[in-house]
């Protein structure tokens, strides 16, 4: 998976798709987010569950632990391994959902530069993607380290040809689970190895080329030319 995801619904529309009941507590704002080309370090919107209530709070996309200051920051963490992964020790009891409305990938295609493909459910719902991190915890400031990975996996069929890596998305259902902070470890590693969405709830077309400049962040990014 690459570092470029769309985020412009608002916390309202993604808290609807989680079909939560609890109490939200909703420090990402209630306008429409509007992050067409959100790169690395943006702060997205982050889902996780607290003393029983939903948090929605902006959080770094990007994190690794404090002792590991000579270390890229990744973004991702593999499926594979995340659960038994020293580096990711501190944060895997930390588990989150990023919804997204879609991501990118570039392709060569044999032109002069790749060609961006946008990738997004075939009905249009939001993305609901399996995140661990080091975020605000209730009634406390948000603190320098804060930041999220999300979690990827092979690709299948078709997507293939995008990119060799995809990030783990649960339905409605299963992202309930997987944020609820009694769902024993063992379980969630199970959901993220066994349970998580198949390729073919996606869709993907070619996108402008302007998506390959992050500055650039309008609407018309997610139009398929």
């Known amino acids: 998976m690459c570092g470029r995801l769309s985020q412009y619904r608002g916390v309202h529309e993604f808290v609807a798709a989680l079909s939560m009941p609890n109490a939200l507590v909703n ?8 992050l067409y080309n959100a790169a690395p370090s943006t702060q997205l919107a982050l889902f996780h569950e607290e003393s029983g209530m939903l948090h ?5 996309w990007g994190w690794r632990p404090h002792w590991a200051r000579d270390h890229a920051t990744p973004i991702n963490a593999r499926v594979e391994k995340v ?7 501190e944060i895997w009891p930390h588990r989150a959902i990023i919804a997204i409305d879609n991501w990118f990938e570039w392709v060569y295609e044999g032109g002069p530069k790749k060609q961006p493909y946008l990738i997004r459910r ?4 939001p993305i609901l993607c399996a995140a661990i991190g ?22 299948e ?21 997987w944020i609820d902070p009694y769902t024993p470890k ?18 993907w077309f070619k996108v ?11 609407s018309e990014l997610i139009e398929p030319i």
């Open 122 to 125: 075939k009905d249009h719902a």
């Open 56 to 60: 929605a709070d902006r959080v770094r």
């Open 134 to 155: 080091q975020y605000p915890r209730y009634e406390k400031e948000p603190d320098e380290h804060d930041g999220f990975v999300i979690i990827t996996a092979d690709s």
């Open 208 to 218: 402008d080329m302007a998506v390959g400049n992050v500055k650039n962040q309008g």
């Open 186 to 203: 063992e379980r969630a590693e199970q959901m993220l190895l066994q349970q998580r969405e198949p390729c073919d709830v996606f869709e």
């Open 157 to 177: 069929g078709g997507m293939v040809d995008l990119h060799d890596r995809r990030p783990v998305t649960l339905s409605p259902e299963l992202a309930r689970e």
């Open 83 to 89: 659960a038994h992964d020293p580096f990711f020790k």
């Open 27 to 34: 420090n990402a704002g209630d306008q429409p987010l509007e």
